[in-house]
């Protein structure tokens, strides 16, 4: 079906305007993506090792959503914020593989248990696959050794493009698919070999689409990822991208927008090619239009919005991790440098630095050295903002993690605003956001932010009725 996707996304355009004077979205149109923890973790304090899980009490004992990091790449790309080492030869590698055995079996003796229950598991990065095969084939089995997986409905891998094809590629998907491996993300963020080069990316449009098709010839559930907002995309290059993206074959596709402000534990170098190269940062106008015209794509192709960013032809065709952990609030424990664990009323990040993980390791120490249990208020605001932003809130859930509050009650101020203006609907067990709600998910969430922990000074907003100082 030929439409003007350009034309079609000028209400939308003109309906964003309208929510910055309303203050809900700053004057200059930037972002923060939300909805993985709160407070954000800019406001983490060190802390010990001790002190980081003092009364700490699991929901199920022992079982956890588990996730661990590689954090190797072959190159840098220009957009990312996460601390990573590149170019590293094998024998560096396996020094960090060393070090996260020792971390996994630190933790488990410090928590007393022989093996941790895993609900689902996921391996990020990096780039998890920039292992060889034999370390993948390494790291798989001592991670198995201490993670139950009998029972773990569904294991994620992320992936890149370039180390998915040729010989090693297909035996790296041979050797996760041993291990259960089940989901894979492909963080393709292009089709367009122009903006990929801008992206420093190690791959190039066919290598992308050759180990897409490796992957769903092999039998995996395959996810594909893409940036919008990138220097070098254009509307029209951007609308080839999603249309071609959707005939790749994929039950799944999931998009990002490009963050400037670093918002890991490493400033990206978008930070500093945004200062010299101002003249070619795309404007926010078509940076929100790209939005836009990549919902009105992918429902043309069948392709319905379910967790946020994530757009799936089935709706069980998600990642059960990140359901777990931001809809369902279940207990995650992260392994690896900058990894992070989510619990029930903590959330805790292990060091970025090399030499302390592997120091702390080599101590007998678990990895985390940042940490923030939560008070009964931000208890609160961390159950609502996580399911509201990622699907929905489930009331009952917040009654229990609560004390009995309704969460109605407690942020009725606005939920009375938001039904008003049709971002949010309700019924009597869920809170969700409309379609119009979750093109706003992450500026309608700091709303219930308390007004330390907002990203945007006041000073950046109109004084409007959705201004998230208001609250």
């Given at each position: 079906?030929l439409?003007?996707?350009?034309?079609?996304?000028?209400?939308?355009?003109?309906?964003?305007?309208?929510?910055?004077?309303?203050?809900?979205?700053?004057?200059?149109?930037?972002?923060?993506?939300a909805?993985v923890?709160?407070?954000?973790?800019?406001?983490?304090?060190?802390?010990?090792?001790d002190?980081a899980?003092?009364g700490?009490?699991?929901?199920?004992?022992?079982?956890?959503?588990?996730?661990?990091h590689?954090?190797?790449?072959?190159?840098?790309?220009?957009?990312?914020?996460?601390?990573?080492?590149?170019?590293?030869?094998?024998?560096?590698?396996?020094?960090?593989?060393?070090?996260?055995?020792?971390?996994?079996?630190?933790?488990?003796?410090?928590?007393?248990?022989?093996?941790?229950?895993?609900?689902?598991?996921?391996?990020?990065?990096?780039?998890?696959?920039?292992?060889?095969?034999?370390?993948?084939?390494?790291?798989?089995?001592?991670?198995?050794?201490?993670?139950?997986?009998t029972?773990?409905?569904?294991?994620?891998?992320?992936?890149?493009?370039?180390?998915?094809v040729?010989?090693?590629?297909?035996?790296?998907?041979?050797?996760?698919k041993?291990?259960?491996?089940?989901?894979l993300?492909?963080?393709?963020?292009?089709?367009?070999?122009?903006?990929?080069?801008?992206?420093?990316?190690?791959?190039?449009?066919?290598?992308?689409?050759?180990?897409?098709?490796?992957?769903?010839?092999?039998?995996?559930?395959?996810?594909?990822?893409?940036?919008y907002?990138?220097?070098?995309?254009?509307?029209?290059?951007?609308?080839?991208?999603?249309?071609?993206?959707?005939?790749?074959?994929?039950?799944?596709?999931?998009?990002?927008?490009?963050?400037?402000?670093?918002?890991?534990d490493?400033?990206?170098?978008?930070?500093?090619?945004?200062?010299y190269?101002e003249?070619?940062?795309?404007?926010?106008?078509?940076?929100?239009?790209?939005?836009?015209?990549?919902?009105l794509?992918?429902?043309?192709?069948?392709y319905?919005?379910?967790?946020?960013?994530v757009?799936?032809?089935?709706?069980?065709?998600?990642?059960?991790?990140?359901?777990?952990?931001?809809?369902?609030?279940?207990?995650?424990?992260?392994?690896?440098?900058?990894?992070?664990?989510?619990?029930?009323?903590?959330?805790?990040?292990?060091?970025?630095?090399?030499?302390?993980?592997?120091?702390?390791?080599?101590?007998?120490?678990?990895?985390?050295?940042?940490?923030?249990?939560?008070?009964?208020?931000?208890?609160?605001?961390?159950?609502?903002?996580?399911?509201?932003?990622n699907?929905?809130?489930?009331?009952?859930?917040?009654?229990?993690?609560?004390?009995?509050?309704?969460?109605?009650?407690?942020?009725?101020?606005?939920?009375?605003?938001?039904?008003?203006?049709?971002?949010?609907?309700?019924?009597?067990?869920?809170?969700?956001?409309?379609?119009?709600?979750?093109?706003y998910?992450?500026?309608?969430?700091?709303?219930?932010?308390?007004?330390?922990?907002?990203s945007?000074?006041?000073?950046?907003?109109?004084?409007?009725?959705?201004?998230?100082?208001?609250?």
């Open positions: 079906m439409r003007d996707y350009i034309a079609l996304s000028t209400p939308r355009w003109i309906e964003f305007q309208e929510f910055q004077r309303l203050g809900l979205i700053p004057r200059h149109g930037d972002f923060s993506p909805g923890h709160y407070p954000p973790i800019t406001n983490y304090p060190p802390i010990s090792q002190e899980y003092r700490f009490q699991e929901v199920i004992p022992g079982e956890f959503d588990v996730y661990v590689i954090p190797f790449c072959h190159k840098r790309c220009l957009f990312c914020h996460y601390p990573s080492h590149y170019h590293c030869n094998d024998a560096d590698k396996d020094i960090y593989l060393d070090h996260l055995e020792m971390e996994m079996q630190n933790w488990l003796r410090f928590k007393g248990l022989d093996k941790i229950r895993a609900r689902t598991v996921l391996i990020g990065g990096g780039t998890p696959t920039d292992l060889s095969p034999r370390q993948l084939e390494r790291f798989l089995s001592f991670f198995t050794k201490y993670v139950d997986i029972h773990c409905p569904q294991f994620n891998y992320d992936v890149d493009p370039s180390t998915l040729g010989e090693k590629g297909l035996e790296r998907l041979r050797i996760i041993d291990f259960k491996g089940d989901r993300t492909i963080g393709i963020q292009s089709l367009n070999d122009d903006v990929l080069r801008i992206m420093n990316r190690s791959h190039d449009s066919a290598t992308a689409k050759t180990s897409v098709e490796n992957c769903l010839k092999m039998g995996f559930d395959v996810n594909i990822e893409f940036i907002g990138h220097p070098g995309e254009t509307l029209e290059n951007w609308i080839d991208v999603m249309e071609e993206a959707c005939t790749l074959g994929t039950e799944e596709i999931q998009l990002y927008r490009l963050k400037i402000e670093p918002y890991g490493q400033e990206g170098s978008i930070k500093k090619f945004s200062s190269h003249d070619e940062l795309i404007s926010l106008e078509d940076t929100i239009r790209m939005k836009e015209i990549s919902d794509i992918l429902e043309d192709y069948g319905r919005e379910n967790l946020r960013r757009f799936t032809k089935r709706r069980s065709n998600i990642s059960l991790y990140a359901y777990n952990q931001c809809c369902r609030l279940k207990d995650e424990v992260g392994f690896g440098l900058s990894a992070f664990s989510s619990l029930n009323d903590r959330f805790m990040i292990n060091t970025p630095d090399f030499e302390e993980y592997y120091r702390r390791t080599e101590e007998g120490k678990i990895a985390a050295n940042r940490c923030l249990i939560r008070s009964a208020d931000q208890q609160m605001r961390w159950s609502v903002i996580l399911p509201l932003k699907y929905f809130i489930d009331k009952r859930l917040f009654r229990e993690m609560n004390g009995g509050a309704d969460v109605s009650d407690v942020y009725t101020r606005q939920f009375t605003l938001l039904r008003q203006y049709g971002m949010i609907k309700e019924s009597d067990t869920r809170i969700e956001l409309t379609k119009k709600g979750a093109f998910s992450d500026e309608i969430v700091h709303m219930f932010y308390e007004p330390q922990h907002q945007f000074a006041l000073s950046d907003f109109n004084k409007g009725v959705l201004n998230p100082y208001n609250f």
